[in-house]
């Protein structure tokens, strides 16, 4: 199974799922996922400073992701896109026809209908509260992921 994150910028909210979600299946051996995360507007160049700094406090290094945008490739590729927010949802559904069905909001996909809000221009505090709502929705993926 190949899934992708998807976020506005690809600088927060979906790279730290995906170190998130690698780092529980590195615990769960005998998945065969693959992960990856992309961005709807992005023109950055590098992860938010302050994602780096909350991953770090978990032991998990981001710093040397490359945020990149979503496309056609990366659509196509994925089994399973998963989103922020419902917005998100939306114009990737509307922009590419091979996202649909496959393409969900994280919160709703684990029973948890929640959107993960961009905590740019945030506090410290308020990107680990991203970090832990997160982590609390990629511990409920995998839970699902082990039933199906």
Same mark, same amino acid.
């Given at each position: 199974?190949?899934?992708?994150?998807?976020?506005?910028?690809?600088?927060?909210?979906?790279? %730290?799922?995906?170190?998130?979600?690698?780092?529980?299946?590195?615990? +769960?051996?005998?998945?065969?996922?693959?992960?990856?995360?992309?961005? %709807?507007?992005?023109?950055?160049?590098?992860?938010?400073?302050?994602?780096?700094?909350?991953?770090?406090?978990?032991? /998990?290094?981001?710093?040397?992701?490359?945020?990149?945008?979503?496309?056609?490739?990366?659509?196509?590729?994925?089994? /399973?896109?998963?989103?922020? !927010?419902?917005? +998100?949802?939306?114009?990737?559904?509307?922009?590419?026809?091979?996202?649909?069905?496959?393409?969900?909001?994280?919160?709703?996909?684990?029973?948890?209908?929640?959107?993960?809000?961009?905590?740019?221009?945030?506090?410290?505090?308020?990107?680990?509260?991203?970090?832990?709502?997160?982590?609390?929705? !990629?511990?409920? /993926?995998?839970?699902?992921?082990?039933?199906?």
């Amino acid at each position: 199974m190949k899934i992708l994150f998807v976020c506005n910028g690809n600088v927060t909210r979906s790279p %730290i799922a995906v170190a998130l979600l690698r780092e529980r299946l590195r615990q +769960q051996p005998g998945f065969d996922i693959e992960v990856d995360s992309a961005g %709807i507007d992005t023109d950055e160049e590098a992860p938010s400073s302050k994602a780096v700094a909350v991953m770090s406090e978990v032991g /998990l290094d981001i710093s040397r992701h490359r945020p990149k945008l979503i496309s056609e490739r990366s659509v196509e590729w994925a089994d /399973l896109i998963l989103t922020m !927010t419902p917005l +998100q949802a939306e114009r990737i559904l509307g922009a590419y026809r091979v996202a649909d069905r496959k393409t969900h909001v994280l919160g709703d996909y684990v029973g948890e209908p929640e959107a993960v809000e961009d905590p740019d221009g945030g506090t410290i505090q308020r990107f680990r509260e991203t970090r832990d709502q997160v982590s609390r929705l !990629t511990d409920a /993926l995998v839970q699902r992921l082990m039933r199906e």
